[in-house]
């Protein structure tokens, strides 16, 4: 775990923090992060998600509101860490954000299901081209599309990651990750559909063609 947690603080450590209309999951402190819930216990968790000898690396575009933003880990939502369905990861023991109802993220619904069902959910890493939270300046829980300058912030904890399990292959999750890791030069294994907007069916068949 310490070597882990080493590796999640390296990579924090490349990207930002306090940047208007960008949100770090693990330097920032979010006004609707429920108590015990901050930027430290976000770094754990994302610790023991990587406390694994990954298969595979699947990287989507940027964190969303109802799912990193909260539990510091991508494609990974407040609901499904409550439910204790996350390798590694004990049930919560309480929330992570003050909403009324946990947040549930229909992608990272998507995600974990199709992993299980494939048995590779112990033997895969989530991440993202870009690592920080691109929201609306007048609405912290909404996302929009990174800037092509906010892209590029990502791209040293990207390389890390890909640098820190050279074994494992890299999956772009949807046509704009596939363009970003392109852009970045990542050589990936293959790209799949997003699971969003009735891709889960696609989402799937593209990834087990690829196992």
Known sequence: ME??????????????????GLFNPWADR???DAAGNGPEAKLVRLALHLECEPEFILAGEAPGYQGCRYSGIAFTSERLLGEG???RIPALPGRLSNRRLP???????????TLYRLGI???????????????????????????????RLGEPALRLLVEAFPRAKIVAVGKKAEGL???????????????ANGGATEFAR???ALI
């Open 3 to 20: 070597s882990r947690l080493s590796l999640a603080r390296s990579l924090v450590a490349t990207l930002p923090a306090g940047k208007p």
């Open 30 to 32: 979010c006004p609707h």
């Open 85 to 87: 369905t996350i390798p």
């Open 103 to 113: 947040f549930s993220e229909p992608s990272a619904t998507i995600v974990w299901k």
């Open 121 to 151: 959910a112990e033997r895969t890493i989530l991440w993202n081209a870009m690592q920080l939270h691109p929201h609306r300046p007048d609405s912290l829980w909404s996302n929009r599309t990174p800037a092509p300058e906010e892209i």
């Open 181 to 195: 890791l392109g852009e970045m030069g990542v050589k990936v294994a293959g790209a799949v559909r997003h699971p």
């Open 206 to 208: 593209g990834l087990q």
